[in-house]
């Protein structure tokens, strides 16, 4: 495979800094084996992007010119200074997102691995993935990716019909997507994911479920499959609001999701999330952190985390967010070594209300032993075990409370969010009685 000329050099460079940084797993650091509080997740935010699709409301920017180098340096920087403020000694995954995180260069991506591999132990089988847009990732340049360090992609494909993706205003076409696919399999085989929307306007069920079938004749071992937001202050919103556009049916999203999971269960996969599918064991340890409420760390404009600051002195975990316009963000960094825009101490009561709505998101559930690591006086069945409510839940098969934990059944995770409106509740209820007001009357 050849590489371009101008660019050569460049991911020379990058795959120079990934060998230094293997050489920084190998040399040392074989760890002895740390706490959960002692682990976590990183996620790296790239927040520039060729154009923005119509139903979009990230923290993004489509500027005229980048400074890359200026932006890597901050990254680099930020990385090592949140790392040593949370104490954290291993790092589970790393997660390259945005933004259109393929537009950096693989250098970028390098440095960054580098960075935390000198911070904390990275090994060298944690997972690093990197989204992807097909117009961005030709086969040479996700090969550059790989010799960086990158291990999975995660391909933004959205559609395959060409109408559809120039109504979400996307860049490439359905030839496109399929090609990055073809050649993104031939490179990281059975470590790449792709992303299907549904629920568009005017997207009909029969429609989309041939979109589906025909992705996968070609995808690999992991699919996502999203249902349209319409996010106000996008373009699309601005569209359905006028009339120019439809709404999108509600129903029929919902039957498009119920027929496309079992299309997906018939091809193997494993539904081990209400969005994510996978299988031959391709799920995606990254955002697993998330569902099992571990720490993550968020690096660059307007990224998120979660973790104690064990390194200042802390002792609860902290929800923070980084400052959200880059050049801002960049100034911050060069100044205090980081761009925290807000940072917030989480209670023991929104923890364990995180716990059970990321817990529930996955066909394993919340079990005994997890719900134990956050709450060790409340056992599950103490708050759900009780409530009529939840009963009803559990009669009508929705839910699942036993030996392993509680868990959704099949039909119980299509309608989450509503099994949430009992829980959430419930789980508020137990904890006032657990501790009851100071004050008097309560």
């Known amino acids: 495979m050849t590489l371009p000329r101008a660019r050569a050099g460049a991911w020379a460079a990058a795959a120079k800094v990934a060998q230094r940084r293997r050489r920084v797993e190998g040399a040392g650091r074989s760890p002895s084996p740390v706490t959960r509080s002692q682990r976590a997740a990183l996620y790296v935010h790239w927040p520039y992007c060729e154009k923005r699709c119509s139903y979009c409301n990230f923290n993004k920017y489509i500027p005229r010119g980048v400074d890359e180098a200026a932006m890597r340096s901050c990254l680099v920087t930020e990385a090592q200074t949140l790392l040593r403020l949370s104490g954290v000694q291993r790092v589970e995954s790393v997660f390259f997102g945005g933004g259109t995180p393929s537009l950096a260069s693989p250098h970028t991506v390098a440095a960054v691995l580098e960075a935390v591999a000198q911070t904390a132990h990275l090994p060298a089988d944690s997972e690093v993935t990197l989204e992807v847009n097909p117009t961005s990732a030709p086969a040479s340049r996700l090969a550059a990716f790989g010799a960086a360090g990158v291990n999975r992609l995660s391909i933004g494909l959205q559609a395959l019909d060409d109408t559809e993706l120039q109504l979400l205003g996307r860049t490439h076409s359905a030839s496109d997507a399929l090609r990055t696919l073809a050649e993104a399999r031939c490179l990281f085989p059975g470590r790449v994911s ?42 699309l919103f601005a569209q359905v609001q006028r009339g120019a556009l439809p709404a999108p049916d509600p129903e029929l999203a919902a039957q498009m999701y119920q027929e496309g999971r079992a299309v997906l269960r018939e091809a193997g996969f494993r539904q081990y999330e209400v969005s994510n599918f996978a299988r031959n064991g391709a799920l995606s340890t990254h955002n697993w952190t998330y569902w099992q409420c571990g720490q993550y760390i968020g690096v660059g404009p307007g990224a998120h985390g979660r973790f104690v600051p064990q390194g200042a002195g802390g002792l609860a975990r902290e929800a923070r967010i980084q400052t959200l316009e880059p050049d801002n963000w960049m100034k911050e960094v060069k100044l205090f070594g980081h761009g925290t825009r807000k940072r917030f101490s989480l209670g023991e009561l929104e ?10 998101r996955t066909d394993v559930g919340i079990t005994h032993q997890h719900w134990q690591q956050f709450e060790p006086q409340l056992t599950l069945g103490d708050v759900f075990g009780a409530s009529e409510a939840v009963n009803t839940l559990l009669e009508q098969g929705l839910l699942l409370l036993d030996h392993r934990g509680l868990r959704c059944s099949w039909e119980g995770l299509a309608v989450l969010d509503s099994l949430l409106l009992t829980l959430l509740p419930r789980l508020q209820e137990a904890w006032q009685q657990k501790t009851p007001s100071p004050v008097p009357g309560g």
């Open 194 to 235: 792709v992303d299907l929307m549904l629920g568009l306007p005017a997207q009909q069920v029969r429609a989309w479920l041939r979109q589906l079938e025909e992705l996968l004749r070609l995808a690999d071992d992991h699919v996502s499959l999203y249902q349209l937001s319409l996010e106000r202050g996008t373009a």
């Open 351 to 360: 923890l364990l209300e995180e716990v059970l709505a990321m817990g529930l």
